[in-house]
């Protein structure tokens, strides 16, 4: 079992860059999937990016691919989410969560994961 906390949230003006960390307690982060969800007011909590165990295999939500990169360090037990070319429409409270399936179309699922993190606010100003 691994429990997630989130950090590195923060105010950025449209164009910049953040850089997410979720660090998660527990010996058995190394067999986890590990995704990251957000959420905005008003609207359901919506999929962003997914690793697999190792990292060797990654998945992406059409509107960050290609801006947002997911990565991870096992024996940090930690991911991350680095943020480039961010858009005012990326303002919300970002997730960490762990899952233990696999597989690009069940790590796309809110309730495919067991653990989630607190959460950690990003805002994106125009």
């Known amino acids: 079992q691994v429990q997630p906390v989130e950090s590195g949230g923060g105010l950025v003006q449209a164009g910049g860059s953040l850089r997410l960390s979720c660090a998660a307690s527990?010996?058995?982060?190394?067999?986890?999937?590990m995704g990251w969800f957000r959420q905005a007011p008003g609207k359901e909590r919506e999929f962003v990016a997914a690793s697999s165990w190792n990292g060797g295999s990654t998945v992406y939500a059409d509107s960050v691919k290609g801006r947002f990169t997911t990565t991870r360090d096992n024996p940090k037990n930690t991911a991350y989410l680095e943020m480039n070319s961010l858009k005012p429409e990326d303002t919300a409270v970002y997730y960490c969560?762990?899952?233990?399936?696999?597989?690009?179309?069940?790590?796309?699922?809110?309730?495919?994961?067991?653990?989630w993190g607190q959460g950690t606010q990003v805002t994106v100003s125009s």
């Open positions: 527990g010996r058995t982060f190394s067999t986890y999937s």
């Open positions: 969560a762990a899952s233990r399936y696999s597989g690009s179309a069940f790590l796309q699922k809110v309730k495919k994961y067991e653990e």
